[in-house]
C-alpha cells in the first residue's frame, strides 16, 4: 500500500474510531436525555397545574413542600452515586457477584432510611415550620402535602438504588422507560385528581406517591429478573455491615447535604421576602430541571464509562472520556443559554398564567441565562468523581463552594433581596466546577495511574 493510501486509511480509521466513541457516549446519554424530559414533568407538572389555579397558595404550599420532601430524599442521593460507580466498576472487571453484593447492601440501606423517615414525620413537620416562615392556610396545605408524600420515602430510594444499577451496568435503555414510566403514572394521576377532581394539593401528593411505588415495583422486578435474588443473600445482612456501609459512603451524604442547604435555602430565604417570590422561584427552579435533561445525561456517561474503564484498569480510557464528554456538555451548556435567552419568558408563560407571578418571576430571569454556562462544569465533573469514587473530592470541593461562598454571599447581598439569593447560587455553580477542575488537574496523574480511592461501598464476595 502506497504512502498516500496509508495515509487516507489511517484518517478514515480515525474518523471512524471517533464516530465510535461519540455513539458510545450517546448510547448512554441519549435514553437518559429522553427520560430526562419525561423527569422534570415530575415537578413540572405539579407546578404548571397548581401555578394555573387560581390562588397562588396552592403553589407556594406545593413547592415548599416538595422541596422538603426533595431536601430529604437528595440527602440519601449516596444511595445512587456509591451504587453506579461501584457497580460500573464490578461491570468493568465482569464480577456479577460483586454486582449483586452491592445491589443487596444498597437496597437494604434504603429501606431502612425509608422507614426512618416515615416514623421521623413529626419531626421533619415541626423543623419545616421552625424554618419556614409561614403561617394559617399556607402551612396547612404544606403540612398536608409531606403528610401525603412521606409514605413514598421507601420507594423513591430504593428507586435510588435500581436507576444506580441499570446506570452502572450501562442499561440507560431501560432506566429511560422507567423514568418516563414515573412521570406518566404522576402526570395521569395530576391531571384526575387535581383537575378533574379538583384536590388540589392532595391530589399533587397523590399522584406523585403512587408514582414512586409503581416505579418501585417495576424496577424491582426487571433486578429481580437480572439477578435471580433469593432471599439468604439479604439474611447474611447484619447491622455491622449497615454502620459500614453508611460510614463509607458519610462524605457523598456531607455533599449532598451541604448541596441541597443551598438549594433549599433559595425557597426558605424567600419565604422571608413574601409568598409570591416562594412562587416565583419554584417557577424559575423548574429551569434548573430544564438544564438536567442534557447535562445529567452525559453526567451519566461520564459516570459508566470512567467507572467502567478504572474497573477494566484502563487510564487511557479514562482521558478520552474526560475530553469527548466534556466537549458534549459545553456545547449543551450553551444552547440552554440561548434557549432561556430567547425562549424564557414563554416557559414562564407555560408554567403559570397568574400574571403577578409571572412578572415577578421574568425580574430574574437574566440570571437563569448564565446559569447553565456557570453549572455544567459541576453536572459534569459529579460525573467524572462518581465513576472513580472519589467521595472525598466531592465533600470537600462542595464544603468550600457551599460553605466559602454561598452563604457568605448570600448573607452578603441581603440588600438585595431575591437576586441576592441567585447571586449567590451563580457563585456557588462556578465556586463547585471550578474546585472541582482544580483537585482534578492536580490529582488526575496519579488516579488514571493508580485508580482513584475507593471511597464508596466495598463489595464483599459472597
Known sequence: MSQPQTEQYRSLSSILNAWQDHRKVFLIALPMMISNIAAPLLGLVDTAIIGHLPNSIYLTAVATGAMIISFMYLLA????????????????????????????QAATLAVVIGVLLVLLQPLIIWLMQALVAMDGEYQRLATIYIQIRIFGAPAALLNLVILGVLLGRQQAGRAMVLVIFTNLVNVIGTVVLVLLLNFHVYGAAISTLVAEWATCFVGLYWLQSSFKLKWKAFQTLRLPQFLALFALNRDIFIRSLLLHAC????????????????????????FLILISLGLDGIAYAVEALI????????????HKWLRLCLFWSTLFAVLYSLIFWL?????????????????????????????????????FYDGVFIGLTASRAMRNTMAIAALGVFFPVALSTLWLGNHGLWLALCAFMAARGFGQWLWLRQEKGPIVAEGAENDGITASRE
Open 307 to 318: 467507572g467502567e474503564a478504572k474497573g477494566a484498569k484502563k487510564p487511557e480510557l479514562i
Open 77 to 104: 442521593i449516596f444511595l445512587r452515586m456509591s451504587t453506579t460507580g461501584l457497580i460500573a466498576q464490578a461491570y468493568g472487571a465482569k464480577s456479577i457477584v460483586n454486582q449483586r453484593t452491592i445491589l443487596v
Open 263 to 286: 438549594m433549599a435555602t433559595m425557597t426558605v430565604g424567600a419565604s422571608y421576602i413574601g409568598p409570591d417570590w416562594v412562587a416565583a422561584n419554584a417557577v424559575l427552579m423548574q
Open 343 to 379: 425562549f424564557g419568558a414563554s416557559i414562564i408563560a407555560l408554567i403559570t398564567n397568574i400574571e403577578s407571578l409571572r412578572e415577578t418571576a421574568e425580574m430574574y430571569l437574566p440570571w437563569l441565562i448564565v446559569l447553565p454556562l456557570l453549572a455544567h462544569w459541576s453536572y
